[in-house]
């Protein structure tokens, strides 16, 4: 259900952990780039560029900013971005930075296939947002509820397909210490075409160390950026 992990499946299953596969550099599950430096230019079509990525369209608003599908020029490939502005993560009120860091720090420490993965936090005190690259998910939301609180069905074998891949990504959660904290449909995503489901939007999660919750002062600790270069040095995801 909603906001926990602890809904149980009707269906038993055998899920092996899929979190400890190796990562090999330049691939798409490869360590999270910190960046201090935001390059701002405008492509040849109009389109707003930073950093060597391309904003093509827009995907999606929520409380936090706006989610672009984005072209990686380096990679060859499509990405998300979520566009943050800067005084939105300044909010006394809604302390949306601080969940922000809590989001960046905890998608550092989490490697899973069925993970969306964090690609690169730019963070430019002098650009006027925060820019998180992540993997595009193409297919989006694994079931959009209609005006009536109902989805479309789904088949017993893709429920269970979809359920494994799940359960395999929460055990490996909790393993590393995190809750996700907002378990539903709009934060799992899916590719079809792939037949993979992913947990995303980590910024309400809480982590833990041997079962005690760490206070997420600590956990922004662990956010550093390299001194030198600080747009192209990697920072290991942990």
């Given at each position: 259900?909603?906001?926990s ?7 038993m299953?055998?899920?092996p ?10 691939s ?6 910190l960046?201090?430096s ?9 389109n ?9 369209q827009?995907?999606g ?9 984005a ?10 971005i ?10 006394e ?9 809590t989001?960046?720090?905890?998608m ?5 296939k ?58 490996y ?15 799992i ?10 947990f ?17 002062a600590?956990?922004?600790e662990?956010?550093?950026?390299p001194p ?11």
């Open positions: 259900g909603s906001g992990d602890s809904t149980r499946l009707s269906v299953i055998d899920c952990d899929e979190g400890s596969v190796r990562l090999r550099p330049g798409d599950r490869s360590e999270m780039v960046s201090r935001a390059m701002m230019t405008i492509d040849e079509e109009g707003d560029m930073v950093n060597g990525y391309t904003l093509w827009e995907l608003r929520g409380a936090a900013g706006v989610c672009f599908l072209f990686d020029e380096r990679a060859n490939g499509t990405k998300a979520k566009v943050i502005p800067r005084c939105r993560t300044m909010s009120s809604h302390d949306l930075r601080a969940e922000l860091l989001e960046v720090a905890i550092k420490k989490l490697r899973h069925h993970i969306v993965t964090i690609h690169e936090c730019i963070d430019d005190p002098e650009a006027e947002a925060v820019y998180l690259v992540m993997q595009y998910v193409p297919d989006g939301p694994i079931a959009k509820l209609n005006d009536d609180g109902k989805c479309a069905p789904m088949s017993l074998t893709t429920v269970a397909h979809y359920g494994a891949q799940l359960a395999s990504a929460l055990q959660m909790h393993r590393k210490g995190v809750m996700h904290g907002d378990i539903k449909p709009d934060n995503l899916v590719d079809h075409a792939k037949r993979s489901c992913y995303t939007d980590f910024g309400v999660s809480r982590t833990f160390n041997r079962g005690v919750p760490m206070d997420p600590n956990l922004h662990v956010i550093t950026y030198s270069n600080p747009s192209l040095s990697a920072v290991s995801g942990g």
